[in-house]
C-alpha cells in the first residue's frame, strides 16, 4: 500500500472515529505538552543560572590550603616556586597570580559625571585585587591599558560584569541610590578614592592619600564584589605602606580543556593546595539542582506519555475489535495483513503526530502564560530572565516525535491484532 | 476461468470436523454466466471464498484466472484478490462512514507492489466512472445509509468492477434487495456478463438463477 493512499485511508477511519481520534490525540497532547513544557522550563532556568553565576569552566582557583604542614610536604605558601610548580602541571594552560591589596581603599565620592544620588557621609570600602594582567587582557577595552600607570595617573581596574545588574537589582534599591539605565557603558568610568583610608579606624593608614580608579573593563573573571587592578600595582602599594608579600593570596590555573578541571584539582589538593570552588561550585550546584528537578518532571512526563500510549493501546484494541468485519472487507479488496497492520499504525501515527502538534502548540503557550504571571509577581532580582523558558528547535521535533513514537508504540499490540483477522471468517 | 478440481474443504466446531466441500470440481469457462444454488449451509459461501482467495486452506487443485491458488502466498492472494476477482455481498459490505464514491476507490488504494498504484483524483475519476457504469454517478457523495438497498448493491458492484478484473464472485448478491432492486441487480450481472465478463454467483433465489447460463446444485459438499 503506498504511503499517500495510507494517508488518506487513514483519515477518512479518523474522521469516521471522531470521537476516539480526539480522546486519543487528547492524550498524546498532554503527554507532549507535559515534557516539552518540563524540558523548557529546565533549559530556560539553567541559561538563567548560567547567566547569574558566570564562570570559565577552564579556570581553577588555587588558594592556600586552610590546614598546610607547609612547605615540608611542598605545599602552604603561593610563592613564585608554588606557581611554577602549578605552571608544570600536565594539562595546565596558563597560571595567573592574585594578590589581594593590604591596604584600604574606600571612595566617599561617586564617580565623575555620574548622578547616582550619593548620600551625604556614604563611604564605601573597596576590595581590589591584584592580578597577572595576562588573565584579564581578553576583557580589557579597546585603547585602554591594564598596566601599573605613571604616578599621578588613575589606576586601571576592572570589575565583575554582573556588578551593574547586580547594583541596579539589589545595592541601588537598599540605599535608594539612583539606578544605572540599561546598556549604559561604564568603561572609561572615574572613581574618586582615599588609599590608606579605611571606615574602621584602626585600619586606616597613617599615610592617606587621594587617587583616581578608571575603570578599563568588565569580566567574568572578577570576582562580584572585587575590583582587579594590575598586579604591579598592588606590589608597588605594599612596597610603599612597607606590607610583606610573604605569597600569593590565588593563584588562577588555566586548563587546556573544561575536561582537565577534575584532574587538575586533583594534583593540586596532592600537592597541599586548597581549590577554591566560589561561584563556580554555587552555579555548578544551582544548575545540578536546576537539572535533576527538571529531569524529574521530564520524568514525570514522560510517564504521562507512557500512560498516553497505554490509552492509545486499549483505545485502538476495542477499536480494531469493533472493526473487524470492516478490516476483512479491505482484505477481502485485496489488503494484505501488512496493510492492516500499517493502515492501524497510521492512525496512531496521525493521532500522535496531532496531538504532538498540539502539545507542543499549548506547551508554548503556557509558557508564555506562566512567563507572564512569573513577571507580574516575582520580585525583581539580579539577572532576572526575561523568560524562564528555552524552545530550541530540537524540543519542538523532541516533543512530536515523542508524541508519535508513544502513539505508535501504543498501536503495536492492536495492529497485530488487525492483521490476524481471517477474512473468510469475518467477511460475511 | 475456474477450473478446481478435487477440493476439499473441512472445519471443526471444537467436538467434530465437518466436510464442507467434498473432493468438488468445477469448471468454468471465460464469459459464463454460473449460478450455485444450494441450501443455507451448504457451502456455497465457502466454495466463492475458495475460488476467491478469500480461504486458502483447503486441499485439491484449484486454478482460477490463470492462477495457482495453492502455490500462492497470502501476499500472492491478497494481490489476486485485488487486480484478478471482483466481490459482491449479500450484506454490500460497504464501510459505513465513508462516502459512495470512496467506497468504491478502495480497491485502488490496495495495489500490489510491481503495478502501477493510480493518484488519488486518477482513482477518483476511475471510481466516479464505475459508479456512472451503474447509474449512481449523481449519488457519489452520499454514505451508504442514505442509499437504497439496491443503490447499495449497485455501488459495491461498481466498487468490485474498478480493477476491471475478469471475474466476478457474488454471494447472494439480491438476497437482501426487493423485486425491482434484485431485478435491475441481475441485469447488470446479465449486461457484465455479455460484454465478457465471467459471473459465479452463489443464491438460493430462483429468480436470479433462472438467468444463469447454467445452474449447478452443491449438495454433500459436491456439485451436481
Same mark, same amino acid.
Given at each position: 500500500?503506498?504511503?499517500?493512499?495510507?494517508v488518506h485511508?487513514?483519515s477518512?477511519n479518523?474522521?469516521?472515529d471522531?470521537?476516539?481520534?480526539?480522546?486519543?490525540?487528547?492524550a498524546?497532547c498532554?503527554?507532549?505538552?507535559?515534557?516539552?513544557?518540563?524540558?523548557a522550563?529546565?533549559?530556560g532556568v539553567?541559561q538563567?543560572?548560567?547567566?547569574?553565576f558566570?564562570?570559565d569552566?577552564?579556570?581553577?582557583?588555587?588558594?592556600p590550603a586552610?590546614v598546610?604542614?607547609g612547605?615540608a610536604?611542598g605545599g602552604?605558601l603561593?610563592?613564585d616556586?608554588?606557581v611554577?610548580?602549578?605552571r608544570s602541571?600536565p594539562?595546565?594552560?596558563?597560571a595567573?597570580?592574585?594578590?589581594s591589596?593590604?591596604?584600604?581603599?574606600?571612595?566617599?565620592?561617586?564617580?565623575?559625571g555620574?548622578?547616582?544620588n550619593?548620600?551625604?557621609?556614604f563611604?564605601v570600602?573597596?576590595?581590589?585585587?591584584g592580578?597577572?594582567p595576562?588573565?584579564?587582557?581578553g576583557d580589557?577595552?579597546?585603547?585602554r591599558?591594564?598596566e601599573?600607570?605613571?604616578?599621578g595617573r588613575?589606576?586601571p581596574v576592572?570589575?565583575?560584569?554582573?556588578?551593574l545588574?547586580?547594583?541596579?537589582?539589589?545595592?541601588?534599591?537598599?540605599w535608594?541610590?539612583?539606578?544605572?539605565?540599561?546598556?549604559?557603558?561604564?568603561?572609561?568610568?572615574?572613581?574618586p578614592?582615599?588609599?590608606?583610608?579605611?571606615?574602621?579606624?584602626?585600619?586606616?593608614?597613617?599615610?592617606?592619600?587621594d587617587?583616581?580608579l578608571?575603570?578599563?573593563g568588565?569580566?567574568?573573571?572578577?570576582?562580584l564584589?572585587s575590583?582587579?587592578v594590575?598586579?604591579?600595582t598592588?606590589?608597588?602599594?605594599?612596597a610603599?605602606?612597607?606590607?610583606?608579600?610573604?605569597?600569593?593570596?590565588?593563584v588562577?590555573?588555566e586548563?587546556?580543556?573544561?575536561?582537565?578541571?577534575?584532574s587538575?584539582?586533583?594534583?593540586?589538593?596532592?600537592?597541599?593546595?586548597?581549590v577554591d570552588e566560589?561561584?563556580?561550585?554555587l552555579?555548578?550546584?544551582v544548575?545540578?539542582?536546576v537539572?535533576?528537578?527538571?529531569?524529574?518532571?521530564?520524568?514525570?512526563?514522560?510517564? !504521562?506519555?507512557?500512560?498516553?500510549?497505554l490509552?492509545?493501546?486499549q483505545?485502538l484494541?476495542?477499536s480494531?475489535?469493533?472493526r473487524?468485519?470492516?478490516?476483512?472487507?479491505?482484505e477481502a479488496? @485485496?489488503a494484505?495483513?501488512?496493510d492492516v497492520r500499517s493502515?492501524?499504525?497510521?492512525e496512531?501515527?496521525l493521532?500522535?503526530?496531532? @496531538?504532538?502538534l498540539?502539545?507542543?502548540? !499549548?506547551?508554548?503557550?503556557?509558557?508564555?502564560?506562566?512567563?507572564?504571571?512569573?513577571l507580574?509577581y516575582?520580585?525583581d532580582f539580579?539577572?532576572?530572565?526575561?523568560?524562564?523558558f528555552a524552545?530550541?528547535p530540537?524540543?519542538?521535533?523532541?516533543g512530536?516525535?515523542v508524541?508519535? @513514537?508513544?502513539?505508535?508504540?501504543?498501536?503495536?499490540?492492536p495492529?497485530?491484532?488487525?492483521?490476524?483477522v481471517?477474512p473468510?471468517?469475518?467477511?460475511? | 476461468?475456474?477450473s478446481l478440481?478435487?477440493?476439499?474443504?473441512?472445519?471443526?466446531?471444537?467436538e467434530e470436523?465437518h466436510?464442507?466441500?467434498?473432493a468438488?470440481?468445477l469448471q468454468?469457462?471465460e464469459?459464463?454466466?454460473?449460478?450455485?444454488?444450494?441450501?443455507?449451509g451448504s457451502?456455497k459461501s465457502?466454495?466463492l471464498?475458495?475460488?476467491?482467495?478469500l480461504?486458502?486452506?483447503?486441499?485439491?487443485?484449484?486454478k482460477?484466472?490463470?492462477q495457482?491458488?495453492?502455490?500462492l502466498?497470502?501476499?500472492?492472494?491478497?494481490?489476486?484478490r485485488?487486480?484478478a476477482v471482483?466481490f459482491v455481498f449479500?450484506?454490500f459490505?460497504?464501510?459505513?462512514?465513508l462516502p459512495?464514491?470512496e467506497?468504491?476507490?478502495?480497491?485502488?488504494l490496495f495495489v500490489?507492489?510491481?503495478?502501477?498504484?493510480?493518484p488519488?483524483?486518477?482513482?477518483r475519476?476511475?471510481?466516479?466512472?464505475?459508479?456512472?457504469?451503474?447509474?449512481?454517478?449523481e449519488?457519489a457523495?452520499?454514505l451508504?445509509?442514505?442509499?437504497?438497498?439496491?443503490e447499495?448493491?449497485?455501488?459495491a458492484?461498481?466498487?468490485?468492477l474498478?480493477?476491471?478484473p475478469?471475474?466476478?464472485?457474488a454471494?447472494e448478491?439480491?438476497g437482501?434487495l426487493?423485486?425491482?432492486?434484485?431485478?435491475s441487480v441481475?441485469?447488470l450481472?446479465?449486461?457484465?456478463?455479455?460484454?465478457?465478463m465471467?459471473?459465479l454467483?452463489?443464491t438460493?433465489?430462483e429468480?436470479?438463477?433462472?438467468?444463469a447460463?447454467?445452474v449447478?446444485?452443491?449438495?454433500?459438499g459436491r456439485l451436481?
Amino acid at each position: 500500500m503506498r504511503t499517500r493512499a495510507l494517508v488518506h485511508l487513514a483519515s477518512l477511519n479518523l474522521r469516521s472515529d471522531r470521537r476516539g481520534a480526539l480522546v486519543n490525540a487528547g492524550a498524546a497532547c498532554v503527554g507532549a505538552a507535559a515534557l516539552v513544557f518540563f524540558v523548557a522550563l529546565g533549559l530556560g532556568v539553567g541559561q538563567a543560572a548560567r547567566r547569574m553565576f558566570a564562570s570559565d569552566a577552564r579556570l581553577l582557583e588555587v588558594v592556600p590550603a586552610a590546614v598546610s604542614l607547609g612547605g615540608a610536604l611542598g605545599g602552604g605558601l603561593l610563592d613564585d616556586s608554588a606557581v611554577e610548580r602549578l605552571r608544570s602541571l600536565p594539562g595546565v594552560a596558563g597560571a595567573y597570580r592574585r594578590l589581594s591589596l593590604r591596604v584600604p581603599v574606600a571612595s566617599s565620592r561617586p564617580p565623575e559625571g555620574v548622578k547616582v544620588n550619593w548620600p551625604p557621609g556614604f563611604t564605601v570600602q573597596l576590595p581590589v585585587v591584584g592580578v597577572d594582567p595576562d588573565l584579564l587582557q581578553g576583557d580589557v577595552a579597546r585603547g585602554r591599558r591594564f598596566e601599573d600607570p605613571p604616578p599621578g595617573r588613575p589606576i586601571p581596574v576592572l570589575a565583575s560584569r554582573r556588578l551593574l545588574e547586580v547594583y541596579n537589582k539589589t545595592i541601588a534599591p537598599a540605599w535608594n541610590l539612583r539606578r544605572l539605565p540599561p546598556g549604559f557603558d561604564l568603561v572609561g568610568l572615574e572613581f574618586p578614592v582615599r588609599v590608606g583610608f579605611s571606615i574602621i579606624p584602626l585600619k586606616t593608614e597613617d599615610k592617606v592619600y587621594d587617587a583616581n580608579l578608571v575603570l578599563v573593563g568588565l569580566s567574568d573573571r572578577v570576582p562580584l564584589y572585587s575590583l582587579a587592578v594590575p598586579l604591579a600595582t598592588v606590589r608597588r602599594l605594599h612596597a610603599e605602606y612597607g606590607k610583606a608579600d610573604p605569597g600569593y593570596t590565588g593563584v588562577t590555573l588555566e586548563a587546556r580543556r573544561p575536561d582537565d578541571v577534575p584532574s587538575l584539582a586533583e594534583a593540586v589538593r596532592r600537592m597541599g593546595f586548597g581549590v577554591d570552588e566560589g561561584d563556580r561550585a554555587l552555579g555548578e550546584r544551582v544548575g545540578l539542582a536546576v537539572a535533576v528537578t527538571a529531569g524529574a518532571l521530564a520524568l514525570l512526563a514522560l510517564l !504521562m506519555t507512557g500512560l498516553a500510549a497505554l490509552a492509545i493501546a486499549q483505545s485502538l484494541s476495542a477499536s480494531v475489535r469493533g472493526r473487524t468485519r470492516e478490516i476483512a472487507i479491505l482484505e477481502a479488496l @485485496g489488503a494484505t495483513a501488512a496493510d492492516v497492520r500499517s493502515l492501524v499504525l497510521a492512525e496512531a501515527g496521525l493521532v500522535g503526530l496531532s @496531538g504532538g502538534l498540539l502539545g507542543v502548540g !499549548m506547551a508554548f503557550g503556557l509558557s508564555l502564560l506562566a512567563d507572564r504571571v512569573g513577571l507580574r509577581y516575582l520580585p525583581d532580582f539580579p539577572f532576572r530572565p526575561e523568560t524562564f523558558f528555552a524552545f530550541p528547535p530540537w524540543l519542538f521535533a523532541l516533543g512530536v516525535a515523542v508524541s508519535t @513514537g508513544a502513539a505508535l508504540v501504543g498501536a503495536l499490540a492492536p495492529a497485530a491484532l488487525a492483521a490476524r483477522v481471517d477474512p473468510a471468517r469475518s467477511v460475511s | 476461468m475456474i477450473s478446481l478440481s478435487g477440493i476439499h474443504k473441512r472445519f471443526s466446531d471444537g467436538e467434530e470436523d465437518h466436510v464442507v466441500l467434498d473432493a468438488l470440481d468445477l469448471q468454468v469457462r471465460e464469459g459464463e454466466f454460473v449460478a450455485v444454488v444450494g441450501a443455507s449451509g451448504s457451502g456455497k459461501s465457502t466454495l466463492l471464498y475458495v475460488v476467491g482467495g478469500l480461504d486458502g486452506d483447503f486441499s485439491g487443485e484449484a486454478k482460477v484466472a490463470g492462477q495457482d491458488l495453492r502455490a500462492l502466498d497470502p501476499q500472492g492472494r491478497a494481490a489476486f484478490r485485488n487486480t484478478a476477482v471482483g466481490f459482491v455481498f449479500q450484506s454490500f459490505n460497504l464501510l459505513p462512514a465513508l462516502p459512495a464514491v470512496e467506497n468504491v476507490m478502495l480497491p485502488g488504494l490496495f495495489v500490489p507492489r510491481g503495478r502501477r498504484a493510480a493518484p488519488l483524483h486518477e482513482l477518483r475519476k476511475n471510481a466516479l466512472a464505475a459508479l456512472s457504469q451503474v447509474g449512481l454517478a449523481e449519488k457519489a457523495a452520499r454514505l451508504p445509509a442514505h442509499l437504497s438497498g439496491g443503490e447499495r448493491q449497485r455501488v459495491a458492484i461498481a466498487r468490485a468492477l474498478l480493477s476491471r478484473p475478469a471475474l466476478l464472485l457474488a454471494d447472494e448478491p439480491t438476497g437482501n434487495l426487493d423485486a425491482k432492486s434484485g431485478e435491475s441487480v441481475i441485469a447488470l450481472f446479465v449486461e457484465l456478463v455479455s460484454r465478457g465478463m465471467t459471473v459465479l454467483v452463489v443464491t438460493h433465489e430462483e429468480r436470479l438463477s433462472t438467468r444463469a447460463g447454467r445452474v449447478l446444485h452443491l449438495e454433500g459438499g459436491r456439485l451436481r
